[in-house]
């Protein structure tokens, strides 16, 4: 995944291209982290302004949603599932056997930027449990061999 470098016209022009549709906050900042892979603090006031919002209210979403990131991740981003049914299937111990082996942890990018891992809560692919995305592509019947062979 590439990345454009922040840059304050684009992103008011992605605002503004959003700020009437319904609940605008949301795919504001899905839209502005699909392009600057990620929504810095930069960009809270450009949106406070254009929602007519107070700064702190969209830093709390920001903060909220774990989707959501100030920095932007690595090339690659594998989101394993952490809930219920994928617990129930090992998922946890796979998901800290994964990140001891990468030396990571959880919202952690990679030293060579190759790889973020984030939680996720049930992906819809609880029948496949443990689940993950891996760069958003839905990954199920997870085992060490297989995250390793999609993830590193
Ligand atoms: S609990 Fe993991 S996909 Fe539903």
């Not at 599932?81 to 946890?92: H, I, K, S």
Request: glycine fraction near 8%.
């Amino acid at each position: 995944m590439t990345n454009t470098a922040w840059n304050e016209d684009q992103a008011r022009a992605i605002i503004a291209a959003h700020a009437a549709d319904e609940g605008a906050m949301l795919p504001i900042l899905h839209a502005l982290q699909a392009i600057f892979g990620c929504v810095p603090e930069a960009a809270d006031a450009l949106i406070a302004e254009a929602l007519n919002v107070s700064r702190a209210e969209v830093h709390g979403v920001v903060t909220f949603y774990h989707d959501v990131r100030r920095t932007p991740g690595g090339a690659r981003v594998l989101k394993l599932c952490r809930a219920e049914a994928c617990q129930a299937m090992g998922g946890e111990a796979l998901a800290a056997r994964f990140l001891a082996r990468h030396g990571l942890e959880w919202h952690a990018t990679s030293k060579d930027g190759a790889l973020t891992v984030e939680p996720v809560y049930c992906l819809g692919l609880c029948a496949t449990s443990p689940a993950a995305l891996i760069d958003e592509v839905p990954v199920g019947r997870l085992t060490d061999a297989r995250l390793a062979g999609i993830a590193g």
